[in-house]
Nanobody
Framework: DVQLVESGGGSVQAGGSLTLSCAAS????????MGWFRQAPGKEREGVAV???????KYADSVKGRFTISRDVAKNTLYLQMNSLRPEDTAMYFC?????????????WGQGTQVTVS
């Protein structure tokens, strides 16, 4: 079974940094696009950053220049380095795996990790 397990969330002051990790298992990790998404209370889920199997990354405008998505194929792990955090970055962050051959459709999700910026 496909499993995605996030970690690394927490509480941080504005301007601080956090690194989220997502450990993947149950499939050939390198063959699929992966992404980070977030959902704040009362708001819709939004895409934060995605990365394809070749390492090509795309970011939401709100996080460009502050967040970096990366993947370690040997460790089957996805990362999100978050710098210069702002209160508006407060949300539950989820990692997700895309459908085969897709960059935009995600069908497996982790349980989420909370990020709170004050």
């Amino acid at each position: 079974d496909v499993q995605l397990v996030e970690s690394g969330g927490g509480s941080v002051q504005a301007g601080g940094s956090l690194t989220l990790s997502c450990a993947a298992s149950g499939y050939t990790y390198s063959s699929y696009c992966m992404g980070w998404f977030r959902q704040a209370p009362g708001k819709e889920r939004e895409g934060v950053a995605v990365i394809d199997s070749d390492g090509l990354a795309k970011y939401a405008d709100s996080v460009k220049g502050r967040f970096t998505i990366s993947r370690d194929v040997a460790k089957n792990t996805l990362y999100l380095q978050m710098n210069s955090l702002r209160p508006e970055d407060t949300a539950m962050y989820f990692c997700a795996r895309a459908e085969q051959g897709s960059f935009t459709k995600y069908n497996y999700w982790g349980q989420g990790t909370q990020v709170t910026v004050s």
